[in-house]
């Protein structure tokens, strides 16, 4: 019996262990300063994304600065390579009130932006979300929030939140 406990004991350690491999992050997910981010694999409707972040226990990516933002920018490069078909929603949105933009989760403005050229532009009077735009070195671009692209996800990183996972 003992040794069918000790069996137990060291699985319940390796599974937990896996889940919370990057710093903190649980499993897929990437660690940076204090956050843990994913990147989606399926395209969503910005307001679909947002909804399967919080399923995730975050939220839509929240971009404080220039550092967060080419860490995002670097990563979305990797995974795409040369591919431009690529652009990810961010949780900024101006879908409550035009031309002033807030973060989904935090509903503050934004004290770093991080747009292309013209941008935004509000294009048929119908975009009012964000996505990192592969065509334009994923910086900002505004769009319609009915388009379906991938996503990022954020959430405070376990040793921050103080979270147990299992």
Same mark, same amino acid.
């Given at each position: 019996? +003992?040794?069918?406990?000790?069996?137990? *004991?060291?699985? =319940? @350690?390796?599974?937990?262990? !896996?889940?919370?491999? $990057?710093?903190?992050?649980?499993?897929?997910?990437?660690?940076?300063?204090?956050?843990?981010?994913?990147?989606?694999?399926?395209?969503? +409707?910005?307001?679909?994304?947002?909804? *399967?972040?919080? =399923? @995730?226990?975050?939220?839509? !990516?929240?971009?404080? $600065?220039?550092?967060?933002?080419?860490?995002?920018?670097?990563?979305?490069?990797?995974?795409?390579?040369?591919?431009?078909?690529?652009?990810?929603?961010?949780?900024?949105?101006?879908?409550?009130?035009?031309?002033?933009?807030?973060?989904?989760?935090?509903?503050?403005?934004?004290?770093?932006?991080?747009?292309?050229?013209?941008?935004?532009?509000?294009?048929?009077?119908?975009?009012?979300?964000?996505?990192?735009?592969?065509?334009?070195?994923?910086?900002?671009?505004?769009?319609?929030?009915?388009?379906?692209?991938?996503?990022?996800?954020?959430?405070?990183?376990?040793?921050?939140?103080?979270?147990?996972?299992?």
């Amino acid at each position: 019996m +003992s040794q069918l406990f000790k069996f137990l *004991r060291l699985c =319940v @350690f390796s599974f937990s262990s !896996a889940l919370l491999l $990057d710093e903190g992050c649980r499993h897929g997910w990437m660690h940076f300063r204090d956050r843990c981010y994913m990147f989606s694999t399926e395209e969503e +409707s910005w307001t679909n994304a947002e909804f *399967r972040c919080r =399923v @995730f226990g975050g939220h839509l !990516a929240e971009i404080q $600065d220039a550092e967060t933002n080419r860490f995002l920018q670097d990563n979305a490069r990797l995974r795409h390579a040369n591919d431009n078909n690529y652009n990810y929603f961010i949780g900024l949105t101006d879908e409550a009130a035009l031309d002033e933009w807030e973060w989904v989760q935090k509903a503050t403005k934004p004290n770093f932006t991080n747009w292309g050229d013209n941008q935004p532009d509000h294009q048929g009077n119908d975009e009012h979300c964000v996505f990192l735009y592969a065509n334009d070195h994923y910086r900002w671009h505004d769009v319609d929030c009915d388009d379906h692209d991938l996503f990022i996800c954020e959430e405070e990183d376990m040793n921050t939140e103080g979270n147990i996972i299992g």
